[in-house]
Nanobody
Framework: QVQLVESGGGLVQAGGSLRLSCAASRTISDFNAMGWFRQVPGKQRELVATITNSGRTTYADSLKGRFTVSRDNAKNTVYLQMNSLKPEDTAVYYC?????????WGQGTQVTVSS
């Protein structure tokens, strides 16, 4: 059973920063790709960022330059550094991992950005 556990969410003022962590219960280099989605109530879950097991990263166009995804293989952890946060970044952020053919999800962590 694979578990992904997010942490680091919380309340921050607009313009501030947060770093989310996603700790995996197995070696993250086993995953083809890992990353982050976010979801606002009543809306579809949207892709935030992805990092492959070779280290290649991709981002939602609207988030490039503010968010950075990274990984620490020694800690089996993936991170999402979020800078210059805006109220519209408020959402539940979910970590995911593709261990083909399956996708695993964390339980989500709430990020709230106040104006």
């Amino acid at each position: 059973q694979v578990q992904l556990v997010e942490s680091g969410g919380g309340l921050v003022q607009a313009g501030g920063s947060l770093r989310l962590s996603c700790a995996a219960s197995r070696t993250i280099s086993d995953f083809n790709a890992m990353g982050w989605f976010r979801q606002v109530p009543g809306k579809q879950r949207e892709l935030v960022a992805t990092i492959t097991n070779s280290g290649r990263t991709t981002y939602a166009d609207s988030l490039k330059g503010r968010f950075t995804v990274s990984r620490d293989n020694a800690k089996n952890t993936v991170y999402l550094q979020m800078n210059s946060l805006k109220p519209e970044d408020t959402a539940v952020y979910y970590c995911y991992g593709n261990l083909l053919p399956l996708t695993y999800w964390g339980q989500g962590t709430q990020v709230t950005v106040s104006s």
